[in-house]
């Protein structure tokens, strides 16, 4: 089937018992059993629950998975994911990821015996060089947050098989409209579903979506025992996103591919860093492996102060933490979404105090620009 009639029917099948065209929220802790030793798929809804596995379905499909497990948030997603690694095993990492990933790593599992490599993605062959014996698995984030910067994903697939260790995709900025990691030899897909899957700025959740049934068996088991389960109201949220994906994206990549050159024939601005833009220096990897360029922009104002005044200034974009709704969000990563990564870190990276990031929403193009320029032409 073709994406937007997998989005829209995938794991949607019409409600058995009324034909409800809208998969119900199952509100239930528990399922009552017929008799002792037989139930109807479901005995207690922290292991399962027919709205989630109805979301579970239907993200399996979309990024062409064996399986899918719905968690709490993105980072309960990655941390049931991190569990692949045990003491003594040893991770390798973008050194660009969410900061959250990185908190996650370096603060959490790093103390429970496990090592990482920070190494910087965009060339494969840190990736090679990073490599030891007991490298468990590799973690991408492509494009990477803030920078958006890219992995080849191929190409690192194949060092980290090479070397017998698993390549974890984060595809939350692409989603499988624009980017599908497992076809290009990943092993799990990583989604916050908080961002574009669901869409609309209302639920907080995450999904691993596994290549194996083997891989999914060991997250769904992790699921169940370490709880960090997505609930059935925001689990139909997503689902109900899910339906519009498609369109969004398109919407969400035009709009961004006018700020991106807004923003790069700006005399106010800087650097301009967006997949998209010829200049990108990863560009023609952007082409070759993703289907779109997405929604997410940063660039470079010159200064604290001055990104500071754009963002006290604009209007229609929303200052806030997070990506992927409807409407434009804005946030300057150096004090908000990166805060957790130290500051020389964040130098090295280019996360300076004058970078500001945009997640594109789907508001009329004319609005955004207009509001930006308002913004920026009073530095
Ligand atoms: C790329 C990426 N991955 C993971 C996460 C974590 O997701 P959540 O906030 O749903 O835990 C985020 C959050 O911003 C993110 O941007």
Redesign the pocket.
Known sequence: MGFSTDAIHAGNEPEATTGAVSVPIFQTSTYVQPELGRHKGYEYARTGNPTRRALEENLAVLERGAAARCFA??????SAVATLAKAGDHVVVSDN??G??FRLYSKILAHMGVEFAFVDTRDSRNVERAMRKNTRFVHL?TPT?PMMSLCDIPAIAAIAKAGGALVVV?N??ATPYFQRPLELGADIV??????FLNGHSDS???AAISKTKELDEWLGFVQNAAGAILSPFDSWLVLRGIKTLAVRMDRHEANGRAVAAFLDRHPKVRNVFYPGLASHPQHELAKKQMGGFGALISFETGSYENAKAMLDRVKICSLG???GGVETLITHPATM?HAAVPEAERARLGITPGLVRVSVGIEDEEDLLADLDGALSAL
């Open positions: 948030s993105g980072m309960a997603a990655i990821t969410y959250g990933t984030e947050n984060d939350t900025f990583v989604h916050s579903t908080t961002k907080v959740g995450g933490e997070s990506l979404t």
